[in-house]
């Protein structure tokens, strides 16, 4: 089981995440914006972000940028969860300290294993 922290501003995306999530054993915390987000992952240490790129105010992109080069989070692998399916997106996401990138909605079975992959489970 990991400790989940999964940055998205919609109520029902959020909802449906943390069901599948919670489902396959994870322990899961919300957080609504980039800047809660940021500072539940300072305060929590979670063992993996989920991160929204459309977000209010600051975006996922800047979010990662800001975990990534944080030393106090800088360890936590950040997998984004977009539906911006570019591979522009997805190099740039990368670019930015995101460990992976997956397009919405993910298939149940590939999120998992990208998951578990990052968490070394």
Avoid: C
Wanted: aromatic share 2%; hydrophobic share 40%; glycine share 6%.
């Amino acid at each position: 089981m990991a400790r989940i922290l999964l940055i998205e501003d919609s109520p029902t995306e959020a909802a449906v995440m943390t069901q599948l999530l919670e489902r396959n054993g994870h322990q899961v915390t919300t957080s609504g914006s980039a800047e809660d987000g940021i500072a539940a992952a300072r305060r929590d240490k979670p063992d993996l972000v989920l991160m929204d790129v459309v977000l209010p105010g600051m975006n996922g992109f800047q979010a990662t940028r800001a975990l990534s080069r944080d030393a106090d989070t800088s360890h936590i692998p950040v997998l984004i969860v977009s539906t911006k399916n570019l591979d522009t997106d997805k190099m740039w996401g990368l670019r930015q300290g995101a460990k992976d990138y997956i397009v919405k909605p993910p298939r149940e079975t590939d999120l998992i294993e990208r998951i578990n992959a990052l968490v070394g489970h």
